[in-house]
């Protein structure tokens, strides 16, 4: 609990965690909860959480109705997913031919990409507890690689690992689908003649493909019909600042590759044309977030939250443009007729090739904690880890009173409401948020209930109101505290009409 109550939204994820747990579908398929309100989240896309219930179930069994293990299942596993996200990632830059056959240039490549999404403003999505979000950038990582290499429109293997990308965006974060458009185009349109060539085999997979994709897609849309669009692009929320600086940088780099690789060439061969679509994915990222950050200032006067969020999205995928682009630069000189395998051969490359991996592991900041000697680490991941050592080392007292609330309150029935007043240690409604959804009764009445908690974060005093604002909210509600506000608590409802 002390590493789970360093991000607010991991109270949301673990809910939807738990609720698929426990009930064996997804919230929007649950029905309504018992106080006949809608469970929370029916309209978030819950693709991610699908996956995670699946390989912590199949990893390790546990009974549903013990809470205490879906804590630590969630915790163990979104670590586990946040690994499996690196690998798939780092996979994927080595598929690309060039770099795959040119390991002097493509380990480099590969350790600098994975680098960015392990240590730089990849960690601003694993360690805040945005895990879903970066398995959904992860998944447009792969499809962009997936298109830049397909041949053929039908071909099946390719194409069912890109239509379970599409799928996989569709169903977690919808905004991100846009990215998915240059390398689709590309498949469609800049293949070599024959491109539509297939059995009918291939055809029947394809059609297949096509249509869970499809099913994919409007299930997501139907989910987010309910949401206001104005709601999504001027929402506001805690995020981590993203290193503009860095994203600039990475741009500016994309660019320079890509005017070097611009010649005649370069719109002849139909894989230099898919690279170069491949790229656009950058570029039309940026119109993305450019659009977004007009409106937001136009409207609020600052930028907030999914400009942000997506904008660690483009920074990531400006990372994987980047290795299409040496992949294409490598192919370029191998075309020139230069022998880059006899070159990976030499020990003195493949010495220098080391060195400068090792160098790339800390271009997103210091990653080795060496606080002690003068050296804090300085990466996003390097800072986080400090961060939960200490918060390990000093244990979490609001955490233990979250679950002790939960322990004593499993026998109650109806709307029960957890009132801390210990603020400084804990947000009262993140409080609520855990008991809920430890308790496995995170609906929208209650969450509607707890917006009268705000006064608690002045301390005690503000007991009295919030109960008596709760009771006529809903007067069948139970109020829980903590220990030492219990009598407090006696006397004010022993007061209330």
Known sequence: MALMLMSWDNASHFDIFQ????????????????????????????????????????????????????????????????????????????ALPALRKNPIIGVPTAVFVGSGWIFGPGALASMHGYSNFLFTTAMVAAAVVLCQSMTRVLDPLPLVAVGACVSAVM??????????????????????????????????????????????????????????????????????????GLLIALLCMLAGVSLFLSNRRSFERPSAVRSNWSMATVWLGLVVVVGMAVAQLAKTGTLSYYMQKFSIALTLITLIGLAVAVNQLVMRRSDAGHDLARISRSWRLVAASIVVSLGLTQAFGLVLPLREVGLPPTSESGVQLENQGDALTAGSGAGERVLQAVRRSMDLRGPVMYL?????????????????????????????????MFPLSSGPDSLPEVVHAIKVADPRAQIIVDPENQPALDRILADLP
């Not at 879906?70 to 830059?93: D, H, Q, R, W």
């Not at 390398?183 to 003649?193: E, F, N, S």
């Not at 603020?423 to 009268?452: C, T």
Request: overall charge neutral; aromatic content about 8%; glycine content about 6%.
């Open 171 to 244: 169903q977690n974060w919808v905004l991100l689908g846009v990215l998915l458009v240059p390398g689709i185009l590309a498949v469609l349109l800049v293949t070599p003649r024959g491109r539509w060539k297939s059995s009918r085999r291939d055809a029947i997979i394809a059609s297949a493909v096509v249509v869970l994709v499809l099913i994919a897609t409007l299930t997501a849309a139907s989910q987010l019909l309910t949401v206001k669009a104005e709601g999504i692009l001027f929402a506001t929320g805690g995020l981590p600042p993203l290193d503009f």
């Open 420 to 452: 801390t007043t210990n603020a400084n240690d804990v947000d009262p409604i993140l409080a609520q948020q855990w008991f809920d959804g430890l308790r496995g009764n995170y609906s929208e009445h209650n969450w509607k209930l707890s917006l009268n």
């Open 19 to 94: 609720m698929q747990r426990t009930r064996g579908t997804v919230v929007p398929l649950a029905g309504l909860a018992p106080d006949e309100s809608r469970w929370s989240f029916a309209d978030y896309p819950q693709g991610f959480h699908s996956v995670l219930v699946m390989v912590s179930e199949l990893a390790r069994p546990t009974d549903t109705a013990a809470w205490e293990s879906g804590v630590v299942a969630f915790v163990n596993f979104n670590a586990v997913m946040n690994i499996l996200i690196a690998v798939l990632v780092v996979a994927s830059v080595c």
